[in-house]
């Protein structure tokens, strides 16, 4: 696997060029989400079969962009907190579609604007990747991965958005971000699961599935220009 120290000089015009090859690759899908799955998740998978069938949809960014000194952030959110399966969840801009969006990408540049205010037109949406199924909300989720190519300013959507994190690439691609975690089931049950350390949030579950894609891509992307 790709490591820390070979990342530290990969500063945001390297990143740029490099992921410009990201539509060349084969999405690796399930086999990487899994890397990154809950324990109890067949179960849930199992449980929430039915359901599955109608499913509500979503969509969700994740958003690359150089920093101040020119180094590669990526964005992630905490929700607010809340009587739901999500409350102060550390996540990927994003939500469900709307009439006027003609599809799923516009979904995702649409809410990332109404969510952390960065308007569509200051990002590329590089590619789609490998949609999830998140069974506690029942929702299906699409993500893409985009790009800006300035640094950036956040306006936060106050009923949904309790932080924005600004996670350095070099932190995210370090395998030493990778851990395991306690956390409660829906049942109330403490189980450990794999998880990203990421700012000294725990990201996990579907998220951290999505990351795991995306690290996996960006992992083969940075092979083949060393």
Known sequence: MYRFIELKDMRFK???KAI???????LPGLEAQLKMAPSFRKQLMEQYKEDRKTAKLAAVLALF???????????????????????????????????????????????????????SDKITVLRDLSSIYIPPSNFQVHPFIGLSHETLSFTLQASEVEAVLEIPLTDFMNDHSEVLSNVLSEDGV???VPAFNLNNHIVWGATAMMLMEIKTMLNKIFKKIT
């Open 20 to 26: 410009s090859e990201i539509n060349k690759h084969r």
């Open 190 to 192: 403490s189980y450990e």
């Open 65 to 119: 962009y150089p920093s101040n000194e020119g180094d590669t952030l990526l964005v992630l959110i905490m929700r607010k907190s809340y009587k739901g399966v999500h409350s102060a969840q550390i996540g990927f801009p994003g939500g469900k579609p709307e009439p006027e969006d003609a599809n799923f990408k516009e979904t995702a540049l649409r809410e990332t604007s109404e969510e952390v205010g960065v308007p």
């Open 14 to 16: 390297a990143f740029e």
